[in-house]
């Protein structure tokens, strides 16, 4: 069997990418391997988010190459590849920017990649795909099966938003649905090869519709949660990124209502003043946004709010950067992810002319992230002492580690194999990053 080799950058989307990725190499009779000197094919799922994510590529590649060099002299061939959104983005030009890149594959289209190793390894011509197929790469697709205890299932893909500062709408194209009859399909085939947890993924995942198994009716996200609910087996459901103003009623109700429904929500906010979230082309205002935290908490107390934030987009002022810190203190996040703001090209934002300097971005993000790392430790030290049902997902040595339904990484250290099962943990030591605890 060949061996294939993927390092994955990004998202949870590329995440899952990287998975059906493997599965459709599979078939080919490629096999995984973690260890990039016995592969035969190299290939990096890239993300092109940010600028420092972008370069990370590059380097990634560099290294690549140097083992590629190194197995030649052994006299094993290698394929060295790219897939993901830096693909789409620079088009033919990653060839010419990566002289030893043999295939190039974009994110809707890496249904072809079989087709294009076979190609390559053929007729030794560089190979490339970056065209927008989603319906047509979901339905070529084999079968996929679960890796893990706990599984990603992309359910929508693209964005119409086109936020000033963001590349996805370039990069994954339009909003695309996938449809109920699919999505169910894959979800149980990924609880019956030992799935207890499904995250469902989409950019703007509340965007979600679909024809209804019915065929008849559509579909919008909380009738699609009560279907998965029904799957004997699955025990957890979670879904992200959510868009603030695009959460439905019904959704929020699926919080109070639908047991398997876990309490914990991506909230992306961006920023908490008003004249930047305007310029970033947010649909939003701050209060439109704490109105939907209210509704949700209203249905669900204990709802886990977790948000990204970009510190120093263009024109941010001091008053602006103070009005984020203030929304920290107001909703009291449980997690977050926060970054400087990166011009990308294309976008409308890497235009403005008020750029803020790096210096100011740093600073600003590290004072932001201070007060993020407080507000998630005192979520977590909220919990010391208070019983959480854990799935465990991972072991190493004399712990397991798994998840609390707030999503809380939580270790024990036992030589019990818990692996994949649920249990009433007691927590007894908190920090802003994980808790720990004993079985009771
Ligand atoms: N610069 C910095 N952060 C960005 N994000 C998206 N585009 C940019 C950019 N140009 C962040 C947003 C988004 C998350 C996935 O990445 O916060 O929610
Ligand atoms: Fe990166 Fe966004 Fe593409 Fe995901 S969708 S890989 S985060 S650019």
């Not at 594959?105 to 927008?132: C, D, I, W």
């Given at each position: 069997?060949k061996?294939?080799?993927?390092?994955?950058?990004?998202?949870q989307?590329?995440?899952?990418d990287?998975?059906?990725?493997?599965?459709?190499?599979a078939?080919?009779?490629?096999?995984?391997?973690?260890?990039?000197t016995q592969?035969?094919?190299?290939?990096?799922?890239?993300?092109?988010?940010r600028?420092k994510?972008?370069?990370?590529?590059?380097?990634?590649?560099?290294?690549?190459?140097?083992?590629?060099?190194?197995?030649?002299?052994?006299?094993?061939a290698t394929?060295?590849?790219?897939?993901?959104?830096?693909?789409?983005?620079?088009g033919e030009?990653?060839?010419?920017?990566?002289?030893?890149?043999?295939?190039?594959?974009?994110?809707q289209?890496?249904?072809?990649?079989?087709e294009?190793?076979?190609?390559?390894?053929?007729?030794?011509?560089?190979?490339?795909?970056?065209?927008?197929?989603?319906?047509e790469?979901?339905?070529?697709?084999p079968?996929?099966?679960?890796?893990?205890?706990?599984?990603?299932?992309?359910?929508?893909?693209?964005?119409?938003?086109?936020c000033?500062?963001?590349?996805?709408?370039?990069?994954?194209?339009?909003?695309?649905?996938?449809?109920?009859k699919?999505?169910?399909?894959?979800?149980?085939?990924?609880?019956?090869?030992?799935?207890?947890?499904?995250?469902?993924?989409?950019?703007?995942?509340?965007?979600?519709?679909?024809?209804?198994?019915?065929?008849?009716?559509?579909?919008?996200?909380?009738?699609?949660f009560e279907?998965?609910?029904?799957?004997?087996?699955?025990?957890r459901?979670?879904?992200?990124?959510?868009?603030?103003?695009?959460?439905t009623?019904?959704?929020?109700?699926?919080?109070?209502?639908i047991?398997?429904?876990?309490?914990?929500?991506?909230?992306?906010?961006?920023?908490?003043?008003?004249?930047?979230?305007?310029?970033?082309?947010?649909?939003?205002?701050?209060?439109?946004y704490?109105?939907v935290?209210?509704?949700?908490?209203?249905?669900?107390?204990?709802?886990?709010?977790?948000?990204?934030?970009?510190?120093?987009?263009?024109?941010?002022?001091?008053?602006?950067?103070?009005?984020t810190?203030?929304?920290?203190?107001?909703?009291q996040y449980?997690?977050?992810?926060?970054?400087?703001y990166s011009?990308?090209?294309?976008?409308?934002?890497?235009?403005?002319?008020?750029?803020?300097?790096?210096?100011?971005?740093?600073?600003?993000?590290?004072?932001?992230?201070?007060?993020?790392?407080?507000s998630?430790?005192?979520?977590?030290?909220?919990?010391?002492?208070?019983?959480l049902?854990?799935?465990f997902i991972?072991?190493?040595?004399e712990?397991?580690?798994?998840?609390?339904?707030?999503?809380?990484?939580?270790?024990?250290?036992t030589?019990?194999?818990?692996?994949?099962?649920?249990k009433?943990?007691?927590?007894?030591?908190?920090s802003?990053?994980?808790?720990?605890?004993?079985?009771?």
């Amino acid at each position: 069997m060949k061996k294939i080799y993927i390092k994955t950058m990004g998202c949870q989307m590329n995440v899952y990418d990287s998975n059906r990725i493997l599965d459709a190499m599979a078939a080919l009779g490629y096999e995984e391997t973690q260890d990039m000197t016995q592969a035969d094919f190299m290939l990096i799922n890239t993300c092109h988010i940010r600028e420092k994510a972008s370069d990370k590529v590059f380097s990634e590649l560099g290294r690549m190459k140097e083992i590629k060099d190194q197995r030649l002299k052994e006299g094993k061939a290698t394929m060295i590849g790219l897939a993901g959104c830096v693909v789409q983005a620079l088009g033919e030009e990653a060839f010419s920017k990566v002289k030893y890149l043999d295939v190039a594959v974009g994110p809707q289209s890496y249904h072809l990649l079989p087709e294009m190793v076979t190609k390559f390894e053929r007729t030794h011509n560089r190979q490339m795909k970056a065209t927008f197929t989603s319906d047509e790469k979901f339905d070529s697709l084999p079968k996929t099966q679960a890796r893990g205890y706990s599984s990603f299932l992309a359910i929508q893909e693209g964005c119409d938003n086109f936020c000033s500062y963001c590349v996805v709408p370039y990069t994954r194209g339009c909003e695309y649905s996938r449809s109920a009859k699919e999505i169910l399909s894959e979800a149980k085939q990924l609880v019956e090869t030992g799935t207890k947890e499904i995250m469902l993924l989409g950019q703007n995942v509340d965007c979600w519709h679909g024809l209804g198994l019915d065929g008849v009716h559509e579909w919008g996200l909380a009738r699609l949660f009560e279907e998965i609910a029904k799957i004997d087996g699955l025990e957890r459901i979670r879904y992200t990124t959510s868009y603030p103003v695009d959460i439905t009623d019904d959704v929020i109700a699926a919080h109070r209502d639908i047991e398997k429904l876990m309490p914990y929500i991506h909230l992306p906010i961006q920023s908490g003043s008003d004249a930047v979230l305007k310029a970033m082309n947010r649909r939003y205002n701050v209060s439109q946004y704490l109105e939907v935290i209210e509704k949700l908490r209203k249905a669900r107390p204990d709802i886990a709010i977790s948000s990204d934030f970009i510190v120093g987009f263009p024109g941010e002022t001091e008053k602006d950067f103070l009005d984020t810190m203030a929304i920290v203190d107001k909703v009291q996040y449980a997690q977050s992810y926060s970054f400087k703001y990166s011009a990308r090209p294309g976008t409308p934002a890497s235009l403005m002319r008020n750029q803020i300097p790096e210096s100011v971005k740093a600073e600003r993000l590290s004072q932001l992230q201070e007060k993020l790392l407080s507000s998630q430790k005192k979520f977590n030290e909220s919990f010391l002492g208070k019983i959480l049902p854990v799935l465990f997902i991972e072991t190493e040595k004399e712990q397991v580690s798994g998840y609390s339904p707030y999503l809380q990484n939580v270790h024990v250290k036992t030589s019990e194999k818990l692996l994949g099962q649920i249990k009433d943990i007691k927590i007894t030591r908190a920090s802003a990053s994980s808790l720990s605890g004993e079985i009771i």
